[in-house]
């Protein structure tokens, strides 16, 4: 049975914390990305993770705020994300693509979840 199921957002203030998790079942050899959609934006492709979890790739915007990794036992892709901004504000989303190559091109991912909320404000 395939999932990707997203948990972890919430609320936090500016200069706060959140770990996003992304349940993957049935997609160990896939690419896991990070998308979101701010309000009024168009969603964004921000992480994505080989499915080995020995490449990454980050968009300039959260780059040395934001890490992701694997962990392939237990079929989860974690975000974690520090420094958070109000632009940080949005749905977060998983997917899973069959290549890494393309990196975080939305039309080579074949799979979404169902997104989470992030919400940064004081």
């Known amino acids: 049975q395939l999932q990707l199921a997203e948990s972890g957002g919430g609320s936090v203030q500016p200069g706060g914390s959140l770990r996003l998790s992304c349940t993957a079942v049935?997609?160990?050899?896939?690419?896991i990305g990070w998308f979101r959609q701010g309000p009024g934006k168009e969603r964004e492709g921000i992480a994505c993770i080989s499915r080995s979890g020995m490449l990454s790739h980050y968009v300039d915007s959260v780059k040395e705020r934001f890490t992701i990794s694997r962990d392939r036992w237990n079929n989860v892709i974690y975000l974690q994300m520090d420094n958070l901004t109000s632009e940080d504000t949005a749905v977060y989303y998983c997917a899973a693509s069959e290549t890494y190559d393309t990196l975080l091109t939305p039309a080579t991912y074949d799979n979404w979840g169902q997104g989470t909320q992030v919400t940064v404000s004081s």
């Open positions: 049935g997609f160990a050899d896939h690419t």
